[in-house]
């Protein structure tokens, strides 16, 4: 069965730093999908970034990258020149392939980060 | 404008009074999913429908049930609640374009309930 892990439950970055969240995860799959969301004290999920299994190359979104490592099954997050805006609770997701024939999604715990001004 | 509704936002119930959370898409997608949150567990998966009539488990079904007799509806049943099923509620839908590579997973607002 696949899990993913997020080891750190809470994290801390000054304001207009940079800081990077970690996910793992465990798969015997080949082909799946990775995601960060964001979820702010509304509570509203927000889908940051994801990455496709089959791409070497890592996604970007503005001020949020990833740094996927296939083999080490590692998918990390980087957020560069923090913003206030950015605390808020952040989950990694692991997807199979459509190919699979489902859509099941299996979240980590998730790590709480906090921005300090 | 693509939205995924959810109803109530939040609500109080007792031990054992039926209830059902409904959860409402725009977007013509097939697929929708169920979820609970609570702290320290991250989102665990509840039931998901790939479309009409077919629905499927997730990792924590016990105690739910759920029907798709519409592709735009998926309600959430609590037969019998029990205080352990007191979490936030988060439906979702998926739309597919491109075989699958480009889909996005839509959230509702979430629903909090508290089984006394």
């Known amino acids: 069965a696949q899990t993913v892990t997020q080891s750190q439950p809470e994290m801390s970055v000054q304001e207009a730093e940079t800081v990077t969240l970690s996910c793992t995860y465990d798969?015997?799959?080949?082909?799946?999908?990775l995601f960060w969301y964001k979820q702010p004290p509304s509570r509203q999920m927000i889908l940051v970034i994801r990455?496709?299994?089959?791409?070497?190359q890592n996604a970007t979104e503005n001020r949020f990258s990833v740094n996927f490592q296939k083999a080490a099954k590692s998918f990390s997050l980087k957020i560069s020149d923090s913003q206030l805006g950015d605390a808020a609770m952040y989950f990694c997701a692991y997807r199979r392939s459509y190919t699979s024939g489902t859509y099941k999604y299996i979240f980590g715990t998730g790590t709480r980060l906090k921005v300090l001004a | 404008e693509a939205q995924v509704t959810q109803n109530p936002r939040y609500l109080i119930t007792v031990t054992g009074k039926k209830l059902t959370v409904t959860c409402s898409q725009n977007?013509?997608?097939?697929?929708m999913s169920w979820y609970r949150q609570d702290p320290g567990l991250g989102l665990r998966q509840i039931y998901y429908?790939?479309?009409?009539?077919?629905?499927d488990k997730g990792d924590v079904p016990e105690g739910y049930k759920v029907s798709r007799k519409e592709k735009r509806n998926f309600p959430l049943i609590l037969e019998s609640p029990s205080p352990n099923q007191t979490s936030l509620y988060f439906c979702?839908?998926?739309?597919?374009?491109?075989?699958?590579?480009?889909?996005?997973?839509?959230f509702g607002p979430g629903t909090r309930l508290t089984v006394l």
């Open positions: 429908s790939m479309n009409v009539e077919v629905t």
């Open positions: 990455q496709e299994a089959y791409k070497q």
């Open positions: 798969t015997s799959e080949s082909d799946y999908y």
């Open positions: 977007m013509n997608h097939e697929y």
């Open positions: 979702a839908s998926l739309g597919t374009s491109g075989g699958g590579r480009t889909d996005t997973q839509y």
